[in-house]
């Protein structure tokens, strides 16, 4: 079973296609994308292999709700340009947003959408009372758009390598207000 449409001004997050694995591919062997994800950088098969578990084990199970994200607009309609997803994580013992956009498409506010998607969604359909998130310390331009749409850093996790993972979180009560913008 696989997630609804989710829909913002510019972008649409839709269900992976097997047609979508070359550019799901491309996007997570990008190091400036892959970097901030997860543990880094993959292997090529290793990334064919995640690919490959979004049918057969995420959709197939139902395990949680990811999306291809695509351009909307007429200037490339359907253009893949990133991967997002909201899931239960022992991490932050709750729902995490997790999204990651192609190089090209930073910059540009789409990275903003995209939350305001994912917590449409959370807050929306899933009925969440709060949503986290996860950024790499050094990754400020994820600290920053988080911080926009009204996350605010509730801990630090140390990691086995010595690096800092920022713990954020944002409370459906706090979303609307201040800086957040609902999509």
């Known amino acids: 079973m696989t997630p609804p449409p989710l829909h913002t001004e510019r972008l649409r997050l839709t269900s992976y296609t097997p047609a979508d ?5 491309r996007l ?4 400036r994308v892959s970097r ?3 543990d880094g950088p993959s292997s090529e098969a290793e990334d064919r292999a995640l690919f490959g578990r979004i049918f057969s084990k995420v959709y197939a199970q139902r395990l949680f709700d990811v999306w291809a994200v695509r351009l909307a607009g007429a200037d490339a309609p359907g253009r893949y340009v990133g991967h997002a997803e909201i899931k239960h994580t022992d991490t932050v013992d709750g729902y995490e947003v997790v999204y990651a956009l192609a190089a090209e498409a930073w910059g540009g506010g789409l990275g903003t959408e995209v939350a305001g998607a994912l917590l449409a969604h959370g807050f929306g359909t899933l009925g969440l009372a709060e949503v986290h998130a996860t950024v790499a310390a050094p990754n400020s331009a994820s600290l ?3 911080a926009r749409v009204g996350f605010v850093p509730v801990r630090d996790i140390v990691e086995d390598d010595g690096s800092t993972t920022q713990v954020l979180t944002l409370r459906r009560a706090a ?9």
């Open 21 to 25: 694995e070359e550019d799901f591919v």
């Open 28 to 31: 997570f062997q990008d190091s």
């Open 175 to 183: 979303w609307g207000h201040g800086p957040s913008r609902r999509p």
């Open 36 to 38: 901030w994800m997860g």
């Open 144 to 146: 920053a758009l988080l």
